[in-house]
T-cell receptor, first 112, second 113 residues
Framework: DAKTTQPPSMDCAEGRAANLPCNHS???????VYWYRQIHSQGPQYIIH???NNETNEMASLIITEDRKSSTLILPHATLRDTAVYYC?????????????FGKGTLLTVNP | SAVISQKPSRDICQRGTSLTIQCQVD?????MFWYRQQPGQSLTLIAT?????????ESGFVIDKFPISRPNLTFSTLTVSNMSPEDSSIYLC??????????FGEGSRLTVL
């Protein structure tokens, strides 16, 4: 997996958009960008992933730069329950390769 | 997505004893994975549990310490053997989705005294 770099922590006001950046400048052409989050004392939760196009689902949007060297996870209307550690992982999901390398992630704190 | 149940959710154990953690999935899956999360740390892959064959361990983890069983496509166990306080962690079971994502159980929080 390519190395990813995330800020250790971020704050966001409740109801505002939370934009979490991730740098993956050494990502290879067949590696996807995956985002997970871990709410305190729970197992990690898959959020979204993408290769080069922007993606959106019911939880979040993923914006990947054209050169694929960085991405941003957007939570459009953050709530207190979105307070969690968010992990960005660059990973080749080809075949049965599910081995993920988790970094330290970004602790997002949503404030009332 | 898959629904993954782990037992126990938490336990307090004495040094030198062993504990077996169970993982049950609501659908058949080819590969199951066991992760460890030490206090304040990120997740580390322990091993891949393969149905019908021995588990595949990551560097730094050995079968004698973390024996794994995978009797069928919906169930696996991880045993933490001869425990020491350094084994105090959250142990997580996970399975792969159709597009490379992983789904995790809620974890088993182990405290070794």
């Amino acid at each position: 997996d390519a190395k990813t770099t995330q800020p250790p922590s971020m704050d966001c006001a409740e109801g505002r958009a939370a934009n979490l950046p991730c740098n993956h400048s050494t990502i290879s052409g067949n590696e996807y960008v995956y985002w997970y989050r871990q709410i305190h004392s729970q197992g990690p939760q898959y959020i979204i992933h993408g290769l080069k196009n922007n993606e959106t689902n019911e939880m979040a949007s993923l914006i990947i730069t054209e050169d694929r060297k960085s991405s941003t996870l957007i939570l459009p209307h953050a709530t207190l329950r979105d307070t969690a550690v968010y992990y960005c992982i660059a990973h080749n999901s080809g075949g049965s390769n599910y081995k993920l390398t988790f970094g330290k992630g970004t602790l997002l704190t949503v404030n009332p | 997505s898959a629904v993954i149940s782990q037992k126990p959710s938490r336990d307090i154990c004495q040094r030198g004893t062993s504990l077996t953690i169970q993982c049950q999935v609501d659908s058949q899956v080819t590969m199951m994975f066991w992760y460890r999360q030490q206090p304040g740390q990120s997740l580390t892959l322990i091993a891949t549990a393969n149905q019908g064959s021995e588990a595949t361990y990551e560097s730094g983890f050995v079968i004698d310490k973390f024996p794994i069983s995978r009797p069928n496509l919906t169930f696996s166990t991880l045993t933490v053997s001869n425990m020491s306080p350094e084994d105090s962690s959250i142990y997580l079971c996970s399975v792969g989705g159709r597009t490379g994502e992983l789904f995790f159980g809620e974890g088993s929080r182990l405290t070794v005294l």
